[in-house]
């Protein structure tokens, strides 16, 4: 294979993983000849990006890219997330980063609830420029910048969520240069637990750096993740007439040269290329580990709807948060249809 046709794959993968343009992400590679089109981070990045990962929005309701992340920049030591403004149709996203993220204290009367820690131990809020909201990990070099406001928006969601901790008697922790006390002991009350939870980082780290295969190699209308133990569940939904694709999918989260070190195994699968039992709905669940006893393992679920099924809330819930037209065609093409005639 000539250089020029490996920086061409290079570049194509790199574009279905991260959501960037081929042609950014071909310049991109030819300045940096050595690197990876997805280069896995280092041990504190991932903590950093899992956590990131983990509090997106994506999950919570309708956004209008897969966990609500448009595009990512991956680069060994720093990763940009460039978010949806909305979460769902009403709610701000970029907002709701800033609650699920940065760590806080409850000092109220609670007893119960003060016990437990807002937000996540040891992010912090390192400044907010014209390039977006810069995150790190107290004690590391991880950064991590969430881009999609602008510089003035993000200096007011920050404020405004300052107010709001005031009002709720929670303290922010976020400014402190070094884990608080409040931190390191709750930290310290499940340290095994922290500990694997962190050598298991990675995997959630290589999902956020490919997060653009859910939209562009397969189209799901729906991308549902939360934590299992320490892997994670996906469910994947598909309209009746959309193909699942999920063999491209997987051929690309873990693709031989440049995807995550992980198996793929088959659970359970209905495809059928015919509409012979009706149209009933279709389940296909995948397993994906590292070989070594799954305990860091991904399990899918793909899921396409009955024939006949009515989308009308999805696809409403989708375009109000701002997904692209062309995108709903694709993903939601019965909702097309019955509007066009």
Avoid at 306 to 313: H, L, V
Wanted: with cysteine; proline share 6%.
């Amino acid at each position: 294979m000539s250089h020029g046709d490996l920086l061409t794959q290079k570049a194509r993968y790199r574009s279905r993983c991260t959501g960037i343009g081929h042609q950014t992400g071909l310049q991109h590679l030819q300045s940096l000849q050595e690197q990876e089109p997805v280069p896995a981070a280092n041990y504190d990045q991932t903590r950093l990006e899992a956590a990131v990962f983990e509090r997106l929005g994506g999950t919570i309701d309708y956004c209008a890219h897969p966990a609500g992340v448009a595009r990512v920049h991956p680069s060994p030591d720093h990763l940009v997330v460039d978010i949806d403004s909305k979460l769902g149709p009403k709610h701000s996203l970029p907002e709701h980063c800033l609650q699920a993220l940065l760590p806080t204290q409850y000092t109220g009367p609670d007893e119960d609830e003060g016990r437990e820690l807002g937000g996540i131990a040891g992010v912090r809020l390192l400044r907010v420029d014209t390039a977006g909201l810069h995150l790190g990990l107290a004690g590391t070099d991880a950064r991590v910048t969430i881009t999609g406001p602008d510089s003035e928006q993000w200096r007011t969601l920050v404020t405004e969520h300052r107010a709001s901790c005031h009002d709720a008697n929670l303290v922010p922790l976020w400014d402190a240069p070094a884990l608080t006390p409040f931190e390191t002991a709750y930290l310290a009350a499940d340290p095994t637990w922290w500990k694997e939870q962190a050598d298991h980082a990675w995997v959630a780290s290589g999902l956020l750096r490919r997060i653009a295969l859910f939209h562009t190699v397969t189209k799901p209308y729906c991308v549902r993740y939360w934590r299992h133990g320490l892997g994670w569940k996906f469910e994947l939904r598909y309209e009746h007439d959309v193909p699942m694709d999920h063999e491209t999918l997987l051929a690309q989260l873990t693709h031989p040269r440049w995807g995550m070190p992980l198996q793929v195994t088959r659970e359970h699968c209905v495809c059928k290329p015919c509409d012979c039992d009706q149209g009933a709905e279709r389940n296909c669940w995948y397993t994906l580990d590292t070989g070594g006893g799954r305990r860091d393992e991904i399990r899918i679920h793909f899921r396409r709807a009955s024939a006949g099924g009515d989308t009308e809330y999805e696809y409403g819930r989708l375009a109000a948060a701002g997904a692209d037209p062309k995108w709903l065609v694709q993903a939601l093409p019965s909702h097309h249809q019955s509007s066009a005639t």
